[in-house]
């Protein structure tokens, strides 16, 4: 019995630390290939974005993690049409014990003085419900937009600047697009989609789809 227990807590111990060693060879050619991503397409890069989650703490994405602290890496950085834009892959994790969860996903943060946003969070409506009754904020309709409506929540703080802000041409753009998550303040836009990494080779289109909204935002 004792030999049979030896070889249980043997077996799993080394399923374990294969499991391990998976993803770390994993992260280390992911790391690699964005690396080689960003020297191609002139972005600055770094494998740890250091004080980059604190500094972002207002946002909704980046206080996923509550007690414990998430972790910006693979952080590309450059400037385009006088915007800051920072594609990061972030990891964080939910919950305790059992209920623990870690989420990894890539995020785009913009930074524009073309953005003068109310602080605002747009995302799909199957997502949010446990979102929406946390914030204690209504969800934000458009009766003339019904696919828009049906497809996202819409939540802040201030219901008329963002009925402002969401025109007839915005409501119309997202409910083409599917799944995608912003939040806004501003003069800073985050942009992303829930618990989605971006491949390497697609991380280009990835910022293009982000610089697409800042410009729809900004009215430009």
């Known amino acids: 019995?004792?030999?049979?227990?030896?070889?249980?807590?043997?077996?799993?111990?080394?399923?374990?630390?294969?499991?391990?060693?998976?993803?770390?060879?994993?992260?280390?050619?992911?790391?690699?290939?964005?690396?080689?991503?960003?020297?191609?397409?002139?972005?600055?890069?770094?494998?740890?974005?250091?004080?980059?989650v604190?500094?972002?703490?207002?946002s909704g994405l980046f206080s996923h993690g509550g007690l414990h602290a998430?972790?910006?890496?693979?952080?590309?950085?450059?400037?385009?049409?006088?915007?800051?834009?920072?594609?990061?892959?972030?990891?964080?994790t939910t919950g305790v014990g059992k209920n623990q969860r870690t989420a990894n996903q890539t995020a785009l943060i913009l930074e524009s003085e073309r953005l003068d946003l109310p602080a605002f969070s747009l995302r799909p409506e199957g997502l949010s419900q446990k979102l929406q009754g946390a914030m204690g904020l209504p969800d934000i309709d458009f009766p003339e937009q019904p696919g828009f409506s049906s497809a996202y929540v819409l939540q802040g703080s201030d219901e008329a600047q963002i009925?402002?802000?969401?025109?007839?041409?915005?409501?119309?753009?997202?409910?083409?697009?599917?799944?995608?998550?912003?939040?806004?303040?501003?003069?800073r836009l985050v942009y992303y989609r829930e618990r989605k990494l971006v491949s390497p080779k697609a991380m280009q289109s990835f910022v293009e789809e982000g610089l697409a909204v800042l410009r729809l935002m900004a009215g430009k």
């Open 1 to 52: 019995m004792d030999n049979q227990l030896f070889l249980i807590v043997g077996f799993a111990l080394v399923v374990v630390a294969a499991l391990v060693a998976v993803n770390w060879f994993r992260g280390q050619r992911r790391a690699k290939q964005l690396r080689a991503i960003a020297a191609q397409l002139g972005y600055a890069y770094a494998e740890v974005g250091t004080g980059l």
């Open 54 to 58: 604190d500094s972002l703490s207002g």
């Open 70 to 92: 998430g972790q910006a890496t693979n952080v590309l950085r450059t400037e385009v049409e006088g915007a800051a834009v920072t594609a990061l892959d972030y990891r964080y």
């Open 163 to 187: 009925r402002a802000l969401f025109d007839a041409e915005k409501p119309a753009f997202f409910a083409q697009r599917r799944g995608l998550s912003i939040e806004g303040d501003g003069h």
